[in-house]
């Protein structure tokens, strides 16, 4: 069983930051793959960005070049760093992990972007 916790959502004007934070009840170099997934008002959820322990991240297209999946080995944590949000950007973001292939979701943080 793993534990997520997510933080840092909130409201953030277009063209602002957010930086989220998943910290994790495993150390986080021994989990298969963490990520975040988001959820917008009647869609469906879909995948952000991900970072496998072996391999390279993966984001969408809709936020290469404005989001920055990272380790936070102190915090023991992933972070979503998100720059010139927009307001289609407007979601629940929601963190997970796979592990020995289980997948573990945190309860959601929620992102709105607006004026």
């Known amino acids: 069983q793993v534990h997520l916790v997510e933080s840092g959502g909130g409201l953030v004007q277009p063209g602002g930051s957010l930086r989220l934070s998943c910290a994790a009840s495993?150390?986080?170099?021994?989990?298969?793959?963490m990520g975040w997934y988001r959820q917008a008002p009647g869609e469906q959820r879909e995948l952000v960005a991900t970072?496998?322990?072996?391999?390279?991240?993966v984001y969408a297209d809709s936020v290469k070049g404005r989001f920055t999946i990272s380790r936070d080995s102190a915090k023991n944590a992933v972070d979503l760093q998100m720059n010139s949000l927009k307001p289609e950007d407007t979601a629940v973001y929601y963190c997970?992990?796979?592990?020995?292939?289980?997948?573990?979701w945190g309860e959601g943080t929620l992102v709105t972007v607006s004026s």
């Open positions: 997970y992990c796979r592990n020995y292939g289980k997948e573990y």
């Open positions: 495993k150390n986080i170099f021994e989990l298969a793959a």
């Open positions: 970072l496998p322990r072996l391999r390279n991240s």
